[in-house]
């Protein structure tokens, strides 16, 4: 994902990207993770995103500080699979337990 932001409003389960190309995105948090000490939020687009499938979600490096929420791109290939696997894991296990109920 190369999307780059200019910057991010957060208000509890959403964000709002802001696109180079000044589109703004609004996205629900789906879930806020961590692979080996670095932390990664999965964002899902509310309404269709020119260039992608709908039901694609976005992968971002998260970082926070308590007041400010700062995204980035994943750089790496490796980094990126670590997370993509990372996050299916945790959508396996909620589908688990959802029908457990």
């Known amino acids: 994902m190369e999307n780059k932001k200019e910057e991010t409003v957060y208000t509890?389960?959403?964000?709002?990207?802001?696109?180079?190309?000044?589109?703004?995105?609004?996205?629900?948090i789906l879930a806020i993770?961590?692979?080996?000490?670095q932390f990664y939020a999965a964002l899902m687009p509310q309404t269709p995103v020119d260039g992608y499938e709908e039901g694609e979600y976005f992968l971002?490096?998260?970082?926070?500080?308590g007041d400010n929420i700062e995204l980035s791109d994943?750089?790496?290939d490796e980094e990126w699979e670590a997370a993509e696997d990372k996050f299916e894991e945790l959508l396996d296990e909620e589908e688990f337990n959802s029908m457990k109920e």
């Open 12 to 28: 509890e389960d959403t964000i709002t990207l802001f696109l180079d190309e000044g589109k703004e995105v609004e996205c629900d």
């Open 33 to 37: 993770f961590s692979v080996k000490n």
């Open 60 to 65: 971002y490096r998260y970082s926070s500080d």
């Open 74 to 76: 994943i750089e790496s």
